[in-house]
């Protein structure tokens, strides 16, 4: 006998069953069982079950079974073929929670149990099961039905939740890690067919951008570790890893896979069968930075992503935003001196700075102080007259390298207007190329954010719902501000960079497009990665005259697609690389002024 049966009944119910047991059984597993409703009858043709809160009785195969506390608690069930409907609305798959009372179950087992509908964190589930019969195994699952990305709708997700699906992608693109945000912490990365852009900057904001939006939405899933645990150790899906870390960074595309779909708090999931693997296990994913042509002049751009020393003294820890500790600090520093060492600069403008001033203990000399003890270029701080640069905490700040570049005066800033709150105060700098004699002028920049939206929904600098979210309106008076100060002031060969905290396509970058200055940095660059969605919020423009001074410009892929668990706060993951040394992508341009180097 291959059945067997466990119930919860009192001991005279047990007995009495005990009597005929393989009659019991029998009847139970009868294929023309009165008492069995069907599992698409269950899931219903809606997002939620028609049966929430009833007490049934189903049929299934197991089709995978993560049933330990530390895994889901629980178990997929699939109709067997007679039993599924010709109606592709409705699926034929649900999750079973288990619980004291269930026996281990396996894979390919026929299986009939008793027990009440419930949507869990959105997933139609099977709860308080209190019988359950084996009914023998099958010799192979039901095949898995084809689960393309983009889905067509959402209802496309919800009429295979519970089923065994192979993912795979519909329009030419490769299955991609698009997001690992949630990876180190929960155990799941977010893939879709091809990499996710954020909607304004690759189309208009407005309506082209909310249309984007919405067909992201559509080609999106988690693909979860099969489990519950939370900060899982070691990290999973290391058959993904990739890079000079050997870390799961987002871009790697991977190829189709078999597994379960499920639910979790309005998003959709999948429970890998199979083990994910790399579409081109040997392909390099990063680049070193190119090599800098004789003759040409490099100005880069790196938010540093809250670089704070304390009183730069060993004390004053936990920094307002940055390291919690000297030891973190330390391990930040070389990261950020790996990173800049590596761009091979002659300029950098530098965002997310501590804004302490310019002295011995300042946070900018202690970056600067160790890039020079740590190689054999020698870089100088631009300074204007003024002990620290506006009131916020964090500023923007320049270096430059002495052997190859000049400066004749102090650097200038603006408080006024846009930049007494909220946009930082931008910082010019006049310098000139030793090659060359030409003088230009570097202005760095470090916008309003998108967060922290106004109280007041009529704001002009609310979510406008177009794209571009909260403080629009503050970062396009920003960037008139600037264009008339630059304008005003006269300088000469100018370079705008920095973090702009606007996207390609949206209105404060455009308006420098349309403004006199030339952005060579294309609509597939990206700096950033937000919610799945790659995007630059780091830019470098030249004034026109200088278009055709431009060499090359590139965005180095250090951090944006690294998992952030590989920063300098987690001691376990660190490694004193240019590898997520911050949240965003260092920018380098290159120039040149003469045809002297050619």
Known sequence: MTASTFTRASLITALIAAASPFAAVADVCKTDNPNITPINAVQGSSFNSPMVDTRVTVRGIVTASWQTEKELGGFFIESAPDDADDNDKTSEGIFVQADSYISNVSPKDTIVLSGVIQEINDVTTLTEVNELT??????????????????????AFERVEGMRVTLS???????????NYNYSRYGFVDVSAGRLWTPSQVVNP????RELAAKNELNRIQMDDNSNQKEPRPLPFDSLFSGPQKSLRTGSEIEPLVGVVSQFNNRYRFQPL??????????????DTPEKAGGTLRIASFNVLNFFNGNGQGLGFPTPRGADTPEEMKRQQAKIVAAINALNADVIGIM???????GEHSAIRQLVDALNDSGSVTYYISEPQAQRIGGDQITVGLIYNKDTISASSHALVNTAGAFAWGSRPPLAQTLKDKN????????????????????????????????????NDLRVKSAEQLTEWIAEEAFPNAVLLGDFNAYYKEDPIRYFSENGFHNPSKATDYSYVYDIQAGALDHIF??????????????????ADEPWIYDYRNADFYEPTPYRSSDHDPLVLDLRFSASGM
């Open 134 to 155: 084996t009914c023998g195994s099958v010799d192979a699952l039901p095949a898995a039905a084809q689960f393309t990305l983009p889905a067509a709708d959402k209802s």
């Open 352 to 358: 997310e700075v501590e804004n302490d001033g310019f």
């Open 436 to 471: 060359t004699g030409e003088e230009f002028t570097v202005i760095v920049n470090h916008f309003k954010s998108k967060g922290s939206c106004p109280e007041d929904n009529e704001s002009p600098n609310s979510n406008q719902n177009d794209g571009q979210a909260c403080w």
């Open 169 to 179: 992608s519909s329009n030419n693109e490769p299955l991609t890690v698009s997001g």
């Open 274 to 287: 199979d083990t994910p693997q790399l579409k081109e296990p040997g392909k390099t994913v990063v680049s």
């Open 542 to 559: 030249v004034a026109d005259t200088l278009k055709d001074n431009v060499s090359g410009v590139y965005h180095l892929p250090f951090n």
């Open 206 to 209: 407005g309506d082209e951008a």
